[in-house]
DNA sequence: AAGCCTACCTGTTGGC
DNA sequence: TGCCAACAGGTAGGCT
């Protein structure tokens, strides 16, 4: 599920319907996910209108005025808005949060529980870049900044295998597994190839590929925006048809040869041996 | 400092 | 059908 396309997607979803409203009650089912759930948010929170909502990385942040709701979605979690009067039935097995707004609520569910609600308040924070999360993340791919010359410059002495790279949030965000194998593949590019040695003329290559990958991917869900004003359990998320994606064995769309996988830092890989070069 | 490993959790899938 | 192992889209933190 969350990777920069469908944490932008759910980030426009739940804007829509709630920026400008306010908050009328907070509910934590859980004492913590990945962190502990921030004690005393009914206090920071009730009360006070959403003023924006903004995406870091895979990271969303609610924008309060007196500070910032910081939300992350791990591997499992989703975001849903219901109709007040839905929420009042019985929260689901893995509905761990709510925030309560007037006419809506925003319901987080998150089976693997890997995901994170952190109140960043302004008091404490200043900025909310400078919070020790936001600071050490890399650049966002769909940001101007993100070109072959930078790509190219920023993996001189990197002789890991360029796809667990480009997983690295602390050098670019938002790339995960699914996303790093498709934008290799549509960039011709082995996953093997340590990143130093790939050479700025293959990073242009490969840097539209993963703008194309990302914005195609936003674009495909932005079709389903509707769904997360939902009382059922559909969410706002999406099929994709994938080129190497979880194909081990089916053949390549390009070239009809048997998709391949192996393992790069205990995850799984997806890729062609013919269309993909070193 | 890069790069590897582990940990955090639960649900699903595939083999026997 | 049941049992068990492996695996799942993220990432901080600890170690070498």
Same mark, same amino acid.
């Given at each position: ?64 005025? &007196?500070?910032? !709701? $910081?939300?992350? %979605? @791990? ?9 007040? =009067?839905?929420?009042? /039935? ?39 870049? &400078?919070?020790? !999360? $936001?600071?050490? %993340? @890399? ?9 072959? =010359?930078?790509?190219? /410059? ?62 195609? /991917? ?61």
């Amino acid at each position: 599920m969350p990777e920069l396309p469908e944490v932008e997607v759910t980030r426009r979803g739940i804007a829509a319907p709630l920026i400008g409203r306010r908050v009328c009650a907070v509910v934590a089912r859980v004492p913590r996910l990945r962190y502990p759930l921030p004690a005393g948010l009914a206090e920071q929170l009730v009360g006070r209108r959403l003023l924006d909502i903004r995406r870091r990385g895979k990271y969303l942040l609610l924008d309060f005025g &007196a500070g910032h !709701l $910081l939300l992350h %979605l @791990g591997m499992s979690g989703s975001l849903r808005v219901l109709p007040q =009067a839905a929420s009042v /039935a019985p929260a689901q097995k893995h509905d761990h949060f709510d925030l309560l707004f007037d006419g809506y609520t925003l319901r987080l569910r998150d089976p693997r529980r890997f995901g994170a609600v952190l109140w960043l308040s302004a008091h404490d924070v200043p900025s909310v870049e &400078a919070h020790p !999360l $936001l600071a050490v %993340l @890399g650049i966002e791919p769909l940001s101007e900044a993100f070109t072959a =010359a930078w790509l190219h /410059a920023a993996t001189r002495g990197r002789q890991a295998a360029i796809k667990p790279v480009l997983m690295d949030s602390h050098l670019v965000v938002g790339i995960g597994n699914i996303y790093a194998s498709e934008s290799l593949f549509r960039a011709g590019i082995d996953p093997r190839t340590p990143a130093a040695r790939i050479s700025q003329r293959r990073y242009a290559r490969l840097v539209p590929e993963i703008r194309a990958t990302l914005s195609e /991917a936003i674009a495909a869900g932005g079709s389903s925006l509707r769904d997360f004003i939902h009382s059922d359990g559909s969410s706002g998320y999406f099929q994709q048809q994938y080129f190497v994606y979880g194909r081990t064995g089916e053949p390549c769309r390009v070239c009809g040869q048997p998709i391949r996988t192996l393992r790069q830092a205990q995850r799984a890989t997806f890729y062609c041996g013919y269309c993909q070069r070193r």
